[in-house]
């Protein structure tokens, strides 16, 4: 027996066509858990893979031309590589739930609940969704359609088997209310606690019509639903029957982080299959938000996707990785543009990370002759190692929390707080006095080690980075433990290599000069005000003490903003890109004198300035905390 493993899967995905970024996020996200954990020293196991059979791909094989096999080998093959091998996803194993040893799990779990007597044969009457691959009743239809997608669903009358999940009812709505981690976020528990309290009905588990899936062991002209074969891959993957002494140390899984809409099926169907296995349940199911393309989640079925590998080829693989990482809120949905991810490239990556860099190479070299110097007694570096301090814990906590868009948000202000403080200490005036020497040298050891710490913390994001940043700073490229991520550790005497910008700004038809220039050419007398119309707006600093959902408004949030005189209400459309986690007890810019307006019922008394591109926005924050109402100007 060794340590337990942290076991971690992302869903196994239809290899109905080529995967896009919808895919590409719930798999990057895994991917920089599973490392993170890694470099915590802990023993991983991370599983992605494949849903091969059902009814949608059999349909799809046919119309192609070929076999089911034949058709989902070619997919499958593009998924491992290039796809997921130029994403660099580290998955340990990648499971197919063609492969016998999957196979012979799943048969073995329907005879054994067979027996048991939690399954059973009758007639299934209603009507199923295709696309889903998932079975409603008519009460749960919406108008005649899907409730989860939306799409028309087709009458089904067959002789089938049923899984008993009334049963388990009450059981599950017990162990949902004891265990607050199991389904996250709480939004999502709050639905399935719904949806599991309107009552529970025995679950159709067998098809006939077809014979692309596994068959019912004592009745082959049944094939077990998709769903029923592809949760227990999760199982499979574990060592279940297989290798009992692995699956001692892997079960249960730690995460299966999935998107919001089969949340269902995994925080019902699949623990309940497990209840009726006496098997322990999964400690958490975490149901991310989509990537949204316009207003529409972007998706195989629809159409409306974007290659991943296309990215890579403009924007580079950290890029990539740094936008699907850090853009979604974790947990919300969130838009995909391009021009977002450009932005994000070039603010956070180029100008902030790259700049530090370079900066930090740069002073080296020309302040101490490109060597590292000691740092020496009696400085004032304790704010940038504090703040190193904060934000290891901090990145420590989102990740244990899931939370991989705010650990990415705590690291690029970091970076950001580092050059701040190497522009504030002035090493170039500190150069011009001798006697000032060691305040100098401690700049130039802060502004290297800082780097290096931010080598270690971005390591479980991003690839090439970490390791171009540490040859650029003369220091072993490899990282091996997130300990390393203390402040202090630099080796003294280390002779830096100063190299290529980190990431080269993506120049875009907006942002290359000659646009720019001629955008200036053709606005002839451009739309000035005088300083006296700027001075009639009253811009003041806030704090922002309670932010509120607005019921019935997807895009509007109620907050309460402390002006330095009382609290203001002020509606604001930013919902769709903040957590009211995230801006309790945010400073804001707000304008003090628009003219009350009634939204939604409430009235309205200001506004807050937020910079914005199509799919992004941002609110506008002052750099250091300053006290309420005072003025912005
Ligand atoms: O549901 N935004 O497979 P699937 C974010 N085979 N994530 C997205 C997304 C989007 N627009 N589109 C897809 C299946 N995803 C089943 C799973 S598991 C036992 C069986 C991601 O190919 C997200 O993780 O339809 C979503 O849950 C998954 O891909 C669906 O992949």
Not at 222 to 251: K, M, Q
Not at 385 to 394: G, I, L, M, P
Not at 552 to 581: C, N, P
């Amino acid at each position: 027996m060794g340590n337990p493993v942290w076991y971690i899967t992302t869903p196994i995905y239809y290899p109905s066509g080529d995967l896009h970024v919808g895919n590409a996020y719930t798999t990057v996200v895994a991917d920089a858990l599973a490392r993170y954990h890694r470099l915590q020293g802990e023993p991983v196991l991370f599983v992605t893979g494949t849903d091969e059979h059902g009814q949608k791909i059999a349909k799809n094989a046919e119309v192609a031309g070929l076999s089911p096999l034949q058709y989902v080998s070619e997919i499958v093959a593009r998924i491992q590589d290039p796809l997921w091998s130029r994403l660099h996803i580290s998955y340990d194993d990648f499971i197919r739930t063609t492969e016998p040893r999957h196979y012979r799990v799943v048969q073995s779990i329907f005879s054994q609940l067979e027996a048991e007597g939690d399954i059973y044969k009758g007639v299934y009457e209603g009507w199923y969704c295709l696309p889903d691959e998932s079975f409603w009743t008519e009460s749960k239809l919406v108008d005649g359609h899907c409730p989860d997608c939306g799409r028309p669903v087709e009458k089904v009358r067959q002789e089938s088997y049923f899984f008993r999940m009334n049963r388990y009812q009450d059981a599950m709505i017990a162990h949902i209310e004891s265990h607050p981690e199991f389904i996250q976020p709480a939004s999502r528990r709050n639905e399935m606690l719904a949806f599991l309290r309107a009552g529970l009905e025995d679950l159709s588990i067998s098809r006939t019509g077809f014979r692309w899936g596994i068959p019912v062991p004592s009745d082959p002209d049944h094939v077990i639903y998709v769903w029923f074969d592809a949760l227990a891959n999760y199982l499979t993957a574990a060592g279940y029957l297989s290798d009992p002494e692995r699956f001692a140390r892997t079960w249960p899984a730690d995460v299966h982080l999935v998107g919001k809409e089969i949340v269902r099926f995994h925080s019902i169907i699949w623990p309940i299959m497990l209840m009726a296995l006496k098997l322990p349940l999964p400690r958490t199911i975490f149901g991310h938000g989509w990537v949204l393309l316009g207003d529409t989640k972007m998706s195989k079925s629809r159409g409306n996707v974007v290659d991943p590998l296309v990215l890579i080829d403009r924007y580079g693989l950290d890029a990539v990785r740094y936008y699907l990482l850090k853009e979604v809120p974790f947990g919300a949905d969130g838009s995909y543009t391009e021009d977002a991810l450009i932005l994000r490239t070039n603010v956070d990556l180029a100008n902030d990370l790259g700049n530090l860099l370079s900066r930090s190479t740069a002073m080296i070299e020309r302040f101490n002759g490109g060597v590292v110097p000691p740092l020496h007694a009696a400085s004032d570096s304790h704010v940038l190692a504090d703040e190193v301090a904060r934000v290891y814990k901090e990145v420590e906590a989102c990740m244990n929390r899931l939370e991989v868009s705010v650990a990415l948000t705590a690291i690029a202000a970091l970076i950001r707080v580092a050059n701040n403080d190497s522009e504030e200490q002035q090493p170039w005036a500190l150069a011009r006095q001798p006697e000032r020497r060691e305040e100098l040298d401690n700049v130039l050891y802060n502004l290297a080690e800082v780097c290096r710490v931010l080598s270690v913390l971005l390591t479980p994001f991003l690839i090439d980075a970490p390791t171009a940043m540490r040859h650029q700073l003369g220091i072993d490229e490899s990282v091996h433990r997130y300990q390393e991520a203390v402040f202090g550790g630099f080796p003294v005497g280390t002779r830096v290599r100063r190299g290529d910008p980190l990431f080269p700004r993506i120049e875009t038809e907006a942002s290359s000069p000659k646009k720019a220039a001629k955008t200036v050419e053709v606005e002839e007398e451009p739309n000035w005000i005088s300083i006296e119309d700027f001075q009639k707006i009253d811009l003041r600093i806030g704090t922002v003490k309670r932010a509120e959902i607005v019921e019935g408004a997807d895009r509007l949030l109620k907050l309460t903003v402390f002006d330095g005189e009382h609290d203001r209400i002020i509606v604001s459309g930013i919902r769709q890109y903040y957590k009211i986690e995230d801006l309790e007890g945010q400073q804001v810019v707000l304008v003090a004198n628009l003219k009350p307006v009634m939204l939604r019922g409430i009235r309205s008394e200001g506004m807050l300035l937020a910079g914005s591109v199509p799919g992004a926005l941002s609110v506008v924050t002052p750099s250091r905390s300053l006290p309420e109402g005072a003025r912005v100007k």
